[in-house]
């Protein structure tokens, strides 16, 4: 298919931890952590955390919808 | 072959009054619809959605001018705030559903357009937000689909089918995607299980939720093919698709992708080219397998032996759609929706990381994983559940997508102005035009509308007018009858065209 051909961004690959019931929602790290850029984001989001998040968390509590 | 079709999203935003959980959702959130609509000079009618389900036509444009039926008195006293609904000048509706303040795009016809108007939502929320904040603590509204406690919320997509598509065929061939599909529509979720009782992250914030393949509730046993068959347009040619399982998404490229794809894959059906080909043996736990694996490695079975990957079974809706393709043709908003979707899909396949700056989960997760690796931080650390919160704090300042989104790390596709003018005016090619126009010419006499219908009043009683047509009554054929100051005159016009 023509569209496989599309440009693809860096990245690497195969670092992430297999799927399967072990794997469930334990991606590894090492990507974001080469990417020295997302250290001025984050320094960026620190500032405006709700600065409490546990309690944060706790208070968000929602009734349930559609 | 197009993805063009009649279609809107709707979203319960999560709400929040900060320092007080204890708050009733449901009169905070008829705060936000109340104070929306009277800082625009809006009606904030309570009660005031035309239900009436008669729609017996006068011509065959479907006017008619029962006069003095509706009794105006009893359309606005009431000051329930559940029931707090106003129609906006570019043919929303915002109003409250059950517990959450709701905002339901007006129909549009491409998704393009539907993401536009999905994010002047966002804006609509945010404007809310601001104007309660003069009184403190405030009201914080949220674009996400839980609490990570056991309750969700919906983002619904609607989408206009053929009435003469069997619906057995649907929920046959549209399951597959909706399984698939999540690799791209999912906004990210730190928690496993319903009540995040167990650590980790998952690509969608809805699967854990569903319970049911085929149903019609959409508040519990929720159904992966919600049949809800209320077309809000004419039921002997149409039928409305109302999917309950997306996530609300920020990222311009997945909301695309979602609409996009499920537009694709319904032209698809309506033309009986998938035929079963893709059927799961078992998609509740399909569904969870790709929810559940953000290495997008997992493959889930097919009814036929094969195990296919998510990514997998997209291409092979992709590859369907590719020879429909051939024979019949596209056209810019096709080609824009596969363009991106073939890119996606391979950086999917190649890293799913690599697509951080187009998906809401990779995006999300790239930055939780930036804190696990640079404060050491375990999936059950409080901080990376409030961050999954925060991500959809509509508060630009607040909100973490807006930030990212800000510093250039999410691709965008829309315009700010463009999202600012889509507030304000509605799409010029569906009936929202109409509903739109009158609310902004005429707030006061508009005083009742529907999907298919507005009520006015103002013209020796009361007038309504039925809209069975979603894809009738836009801009090129309403201006010479909006052109009118006077209603009666209006209304005559309309109907004589």
């Known amino acids: 298919?023509?569209?496989?051909?599309?440009?693809?961004?860096?990245?690497?690959?195969?670092?992430?931890?297999?799927?399967?019931?072990?794997?469930?929602?334990?991606?590894?790290?090492?990507?974001?952590?080469?990417?020295?850029?997302?250290?001025?984001?984050?320094?960026d989001i620190d500032g405006v955390l709700e600065s409490n998040a546990e309690e944060f968390v706790r208070g968000f509590v929602q009734k349930g919808g559609q | 072959m197009t993805v063009r079709r009649v279609m809107g999203i709707e979203t319960e935003y999560g709400i929040s009054v900060p320092g007080q959980p204890w708050a009733d959702p449901v009169l905070t959130s008829g705060?936000?619809?109340?104070?929306?609509?009277?800082?625009?000079?809006?009606?904030?009618?309570?009660?005031?959605?035309?239900?009436?389900?008669?729609?017996?036509?006068?011509?065959?444009?479907?006017?008619?001018?029962?006069?003095?039926?509706?009794?105006?008195?009893?359309?606005?006293?009431?000051?329930?705030?559940?029931?707090?609904?106003?129609?906006?000048?570019?043919?929303?509706?915002?109003?409250?559903?059950?517990?959450?303040?709701?905002?339901?795009?007006?129909?549009?016809?491409?998704?393009?357009?539907?993401?536009?108007?999905?994010?002047?939502?966002?804006?609509?929320?945010?404007?809310?937000?601001?104007?309660?904040?003069?009184?403190?603590?405030?009201?914080?509204?949220?674009?996400?689909?839980?609490?990570?406690?056991?309750?969700?919320?919906?983002?619904?997509?609607?989408?206009?089918?053929?009435?003469?598509?069997p619906f057995a065929r649907v929920v046959r061939d549209l399951?597959?995607?909706?399984?698939?599909?999540?690799?791209?529509?999912?906004?990210?979720?730190?928690?496993?299980?319903?009540?995040?009782?167990?650590?980790?992250?998952?690509?969608?914030?809805?699967?854990?939720?569903?319970?049911?393949?085929?149903?019609?509730?959409?508040?519990?046993?929720?159904?992966?093919?919600?049949?809800?068959?209320?077309?809000?347009?004419?039921?002997?040619?149409?039928?409305?698709?109302?999917?309950?399982?997306g996530d609300a998404n920020l990222a311009d490229v997945a909301n695309l992708l979602k609409l996009g794809l499920t537009s694709l894959a319904l032209t698809l059906i309506e033309a009986d080219e998938v035929r079963g080909a893709l059927t799961l043996r078992d998609p509740l736990l399909a569904l969870r397998q790709?929810?559940?694996?953000?290495?997008?490695?997992?493959?889930?079975?097919?009814?036929?032996?094969?195990?296919?990957?998510?990514?997998?079974?997209?291409?092979e809706y992709r590859e369907l759609a590719a020879r429909h393709l051939d024979r019949e043709g596209s056209d810019p908003d096709?080609?824009?929706?596969?363009?991106?979707l073939d890119r996606v899909l391979a950086l999917l396949e190649d890293d799913p990381m690599s697509a951080r700056e187009d998906l809401d989960w990779v995006a999300k997760l790239a930055l939780l994983q930036g804190y696990r690796s640079r404060d050491g931080m375990g999936w059950e650390d409080p901080r990376l559940r409030a961050i999954d919160i925060q991500y959809s704090d509509v508060r630009e300042a607040k909100g973490v997508f807006a930030r990212l989104e800000r510093a250039g790390r999410v691709r965008r596709l829309t315009t700010e102005d463009e999202v600012r003018r889509a507030v304000?005016?509605?799409?010029?090619?569906?009936?929202?035009?109409?509903?739109?126009?009158?609310v902004a010419r005429h707030p006061d006499s508009?005083?009742?509308?529907?999907?298919?219908?507005?009520?006015?009043?103002?013209?020796?009683?009361?007038a309504r007018i039925g809209m069975p047509e979603p894809t009738a009554l836009g801009r090129a054929e309403t201006a010479a009858a909006l052109e009118h100051d006077d209603l009666a005159e209006i209304v005559a016009a309309l109907a004589a065209d």
């Open chain 2, 175 to 245: 399951t597959p995607l909706f399984v698939a599909r999540q690799v791209i529509t999912g906004a990210g979720r730190v928690g496993l299980g319903r009540d995040s009782e167990r650590p980790g992250y998952q690509i969608t914030s809805r699967a854990d939720f569903f319970e049911a393949e085929v149903g019609l509730e959409t508040t519990f046993k929720r159904p992966i093919i919600n049949t809800r068959d209320e077309p809000h347009a004419d039921p002997d040619r149409y039928r409305r698709l109302h999917v309950i399982i």
């Open chain 2, 290 to 315: 790709v929810s559940h694996d953000p290495s997008c490695t997992a493959t889930v079975e097919l009814t036929d032996g094969r195990r296919l990957s998510a990514v997998q079974l997209l291409w």
């Open chain 2, 446 to 462: 508009v005083v009742a509308a529907s999907w298919d219908s507005v009520v006015l009043r103002g013209v020796g009683g009361a």
């Open chain 2, 31 to 165: 705060m936000v619809v109340s104070r929306y609509a009277r800082e625009h000079g809006l009606r904030a009618t309570h009660g005031a959605w035309d239900y009436s389900d008669e729609q017996p036509l006068v011509d065959a444009r479907g006017f008619e001018m029962p006069r003095g039926q509706a009794d105006v008195s009893q359309l606005t006293d009431a000051e329930d705030p559940a029931l707090a609904n106003v129609v906006l000048t570019n043919g929303a509706r915002l109003y409250v559903d059950h517990a959450h303040p709701e905002y339901s795009s007006p129909e549009v016809r491409s998704p393009r357009d539907a993401v536009v108007y999905d994010r002047a939502g966002e804006l609509v929320m945010r404007e809310a937000v601001q104007l309660l904040a003069d009184q403190p603590p405030g009201i914080n509204l949220y674009k996400n689909n839980t609490d990570g406690k056991g309750s969700s919320y919906g983002t619904h997509e609607n989408y206009l089918l053929a009435r003469d598509t």
């Open chain 2, 334 to 340: 096709t080609d824009e929706v596969l363009g991106h």
């Open chain 2, 424 to 438: 304000q005016e509605p799409p010029v090619d569906t009936r929202a035009w109409l509903r739109g126009q009158l």
């Open chain 1, 1 to 43: 298919m023509a569209g496989r051909e599309q440009v693809r961004r860096s990245g690497g690959g195969g670092e992430d931890e297999p799927g399967g019931e072990a794997g469930f929602g334990q991606v590894g790290a090492t990507n974001a952590a080469r990417d020295e850029s997302l250290d001025d984001v984050l320094a």
